[in-house]
């Protein structure tokens, strides 16, 4: 599909047209969502343009992803999508910016794209050229990955109070017995593959801008400090990614300790009870046997002294346990 934005006294706007209608001259973003053949062609003779395959788009190579071409600039991010689901995904977009037109090429459509549009309409005056619209998407892109990393610095905190706030579970014995570490390793696995992938992107977006900076195509002023700005923020949103990415680590291996602890309780139960259990069982055992001549078997008082012998057998290891603390 391919949108095509005008400038507008009210922002950028959508041009509706028909297929086979040429593109409008003041055109300024030319958007191709999963673009047909005949899409890709039409732009490419309008503005003179290769747009990369899906397949060059995913190549990792700088040299695949950021090059400049016959006056254009050629920029392939990677992006975090599906983030509302339970399995994010990373998709490849590619941005063209040749002259006074923004080409961008995607198969996927994130929420940053959508919000942008929305932006426009409330700020006409900011991305009123190509380069402003470029700037923008970036930015929307960038803002996007900051809520994904709120959101796992979120989940890190809740697990966190989850397994390390002793004093809740010593007084809510129901929830201590009840915890379901499963669901908190799946939910640990699921930050950790959020954060792996706002990494990856972030590397990409930082590349990108460097090499953006650094181009040749003429920017205005404004664009570039908005860039450099950009790229500090995404520095600083690096390190804190990886910050999270160490505590998630730290999380996981708390999370499996507290599990190799219950484990350990509860193989501890079992000992206890055999130990406590064995010494009746074998003096019910000697008494139990068959031969004629055993000691107080034909006594009136027999049963009730093994008995009373059972019971002090399981007592004794119980207060031995007791006094040494290992109970």
């Known amino acids: 599909m391919l949108s095509v934005y005008c400038q507008a006294s009210t922002g950028l706007k959508r ?28 732009v490419e003779a309008r503005l003179g343009l290769d ?7 995913r190549e990792i190579e700088s040299s695949s992803r950021l090059y400049e071409e ?88 809740s697990a966190s109070a989850d397994i390390f706030n002793r004093q809740k579970l010593l007084t809510d014995r129901h929830r201590r017995t009840q915890r379901d570490f499963r669901k908190l390793l799946e939910h640990i696995g699921q930050s950790g593959e959020l954060i792996s992938k706002a990494r990856e992107s972030l590397a990409s977006l930082s590349r990108l801008l460097a090499f953006a900076q650094q181009s040749t195509i003429a920017m205005s002023p404004e664009v570039r400090t908005r860039l450099r700005t950009l790229s500090k923020d995404v520095v600083a949103m690096s390190d804190h990614a990886s910050f999270l990415g160490t505590n998630l680590n730290f999380v996981l291996d ?23 259990l064995l010494p009746p069982s074998v003096i019910g055992a000697i008494f139990g046997m068959n031969f004629d001549h055993i000691p107080s078997a034909h006594q009136p008082w027999g049963f009730w002294g093994a008995i009373v012998l059972m019971v002090l057998s399981a007592v004794v290891p119980y207060a031995i346990f007791r006094s040494k603390r290992w109970l």
Request: charged letters at 25%.
């Open 15 to 42: 041009i509706e047209r028909s297929p086979e209608a040429p593109l409008p001259e003041e055109a300024v973003w030319l958007d191709l969502l999963e673009p047909t053949v005949e899409e890709e062609r039409l």
């Open 70 to 157: 016959e006056g254009a600039l050629y920029l392939t991010a990677t992006v975090v999508t599906k983030l509302d689901t339970n399995l994010p995904e990373n998709a490849q977009v590619t941005f063209i910016l040749k002259g006074t037109r923004l080409v961008t090429n995607r198969y996927v459509d994130p929420l940053p794209f959508r919000r942008f549009a929305a932006h426009t309409e409330r700020h006409p005056q900011a991305n009123g050229s190509a380069q402003a619209v470029l700037a923008g998407l970036l930015e929307s892109i960038v803002n996007r990955i900051a809520d994904v990393i709120e959101r796992v610095g979120a989940d890190i905190d």
């Open 51 to 57: 747009i990369p395959t899906r397949e060059e788009m």
């Open 254 to 276: 708390a999370t499996l300790g507290m599990i190799s602890i219950d484990q350990n309780n509860i193989l501890k139960i079992f000992s206890v009870v055999t130990v406590f």
